[in-house]
């Protein structure tokens, strides 16, 4: 199954190694919530790569279950989508330019308390050793474990109020 728009999803378990196709447009937009697993999947063929046909015990045993719907859900959203090499460039774009946003809106220059501007922070993360993007992480643990690592480039101090309530209940 090899169309434009196909998305092949891998996962790995108990040894066993299975892919499910899905909607390439429409995968991200899952994992957001934003659509069923209906809506995204193209079939309800779950494939197993190692030794052919499992028995229901065997899906029950690895998956809690033997319902391939449920198998298939999970699998979308814990396995690994395989994108080509462009795809991947430019999801790991956009989350970079979603982690540089999250930093110049979270944390500020402690001198002037405003924020650094984007190129600053972009420049700060090109000069980082050994950075990687992880597309499966979120943007906010992302950004401040950047801007730890930032902080010894520049000043860096995360922009948070404190404060404390009193209730009297006279």
């Not at 046909?53 to 449920?70: C, H, P, Q, R, V």
């Not at 650094?116 to 050994?130: D, L």
Request: glycine share 6%.
């Amino acid at each position: 199954m090899s169309t434009d728009n196909t998305l092949t999803i891998i996962y790995s378990k108990g040894g066993h190694k299975f892919e499910i196709y899905v909607d390439r447009e429409k995968y991200p937009e899952f994992l957001k919530g934003h659509k069923t697993f209906e809506e995204i999947s193209l079939g309800n063929v779950i494939n197993n790569e190692t030794k052919g046909k499992l028995s229901e015990e065997a899906y029950t045993s690895i998956f809690g279950t033997a319902d391939e719907m449920t198998i298939m859900k999970t699998i979308a959203k814990n396995g690994e989508p395989q994108y080509t090499v462009q795809q991947r460039r430019k999801l790991v774009e956009e989350k970079k330019r979603q982690i540089v946003e999250y930093i110049t809106k979270t944390y500020i220059d402690p001198k002037t308390n405003l924020p650094h501007p984007a190129s600053r922070i972009e420049n700060g993360m090109s000069a980082i050793k050994g950075l990687k993007i992880d597309l499966n992480q979120s943007v906010i643990k992302q950004g401040d474990e950047i801007a730890k690592q930032l902080k010894s480039k520049m000043l860096l101090v995360k922009n948070e109020t404190h404060g404390v309530l009193h209730i009297d209940l006279a």
